[in-house]
């Protein structure tokens, strides 16, 4: 036998739902630079040219490719 879905017997005003996503995502709130990692992952298609500069870079400052890509976005921030 198939349920019947029931509607939500909340009150959905859309105008507090509108208002209330946009309050959601304002960006006031302070962020921890050192979080977890868990929050977005991304996978970046590199050239042969690319992938040897991260590697010497990596090698010559002792540090992951991760690593140097967040030097490079926290010093691209921080020059603006």
Known sequence: ????????????????????S?????????????APRKYKNHTLPMNEYEYNLLRDLAEKYGQTHSGIIRYALKQLNDSN
């Not at 036998?1 to 209330?20: A, H, T, W, Y």
């Not at 946009?22 to 050192?34: A, K, Q, T």
């Open 1 to 20: 036998m198939i349920k019947k879905r029931e509607p939500n017997k909340q009150d959905l005003d859309v105008n507090s739902f509108i208002n209330g």
């Open 22 to 34: 946009n309050l959601e995502n304002s960006g006031d709130s302070v962020l921890n630079p050192r």
